[in-house]
């Protein structure tokens, strides 16, 4: 796989690096965050059955070091929120999960709702990512997304599940 010349700056034996391009799903040169978004999918079903508060603490610890992880990186890098940086994409997809229905189906439709609001970023989620710079402006216009993905889902949770 041919990486990008920006992201040879990351040592992927830096466990903060490594985090942030998700495992390495974020050196993918195509699309790199849905590729990042797939990464999540194993983690999520990792911690699925976790009680919904010890889920939801999970996701707050992983954003939270998810500000450091992504500044880390983007330092490395040289370039404001480099699109190989998908660690954002791992905690807005978790956030998409909050207490999804169990199967399949389900973590599809999380996937498929948290990359369109990622990608068409919708007010007011185009508005922290124009204006919130750094780790936490990388990190938090993906928690909006899966915010706004998550709603989506409980909404259909409620009329299908």
């Known amino acids: 796989m041919k990486i990008k010349p920006e992201l040879r700056n990351l040592d992927l034996k830096n466990p903060l690096h490594l985090l942030a391009v998700g495992f390495g799903s974020g050196l993918s040169p195509v699309a790199p965050g849905t590729m990042g978004t797939l990464a999540a999918i194993p983690l999520y079903l990792l911690v699925s059955g976790l009680p919904t508060p010890w889920f939801i603490v999970l996701l707050v610890v992983g954003f939270i070091v998810g500000i450091w992880i992504c500044q880390v990186a983007t330092d490395a890098i040289g370039m404001p929120d480099h699109g190989g940086i998908v660690w954002d994409e791992v905690i807005g997809f978790g956030v998409t999960m909050i207490a999804a229905p169990a199967g399949w189906a389900w973590v599809l439709a999380g996937f498929l709702l948290f990359r369109l609001f990622?990608?068409?970023?919708?007010?007011?989620?185009?508005?922290?990512?124009?204006?919130?710079?750094?780790?936490?402006?990388?990190?938090?216009?993906?928690?909006?997304?899966?915010?706004?993905?998550?709603?989506?889902?409980?909404?259909?949770?409620?009329?299908?599940?």
Do not use: E, N, T
Request: glycine share 10%; charged share 15%; with cysteine.
């Open 118 to 161: 990622d990608i068409f970023k919708p007010w007011p989620i185009s508005w922290f990512d124009r204006r919130v710079h750094g780790g936490l402006g990388i990190m938090l216009d993906d928690v909006f997304a899966g915010i706004f993905a998550l709603v989506c889902m409980q909404l259909l949770a409620h009329w299908w599940a």
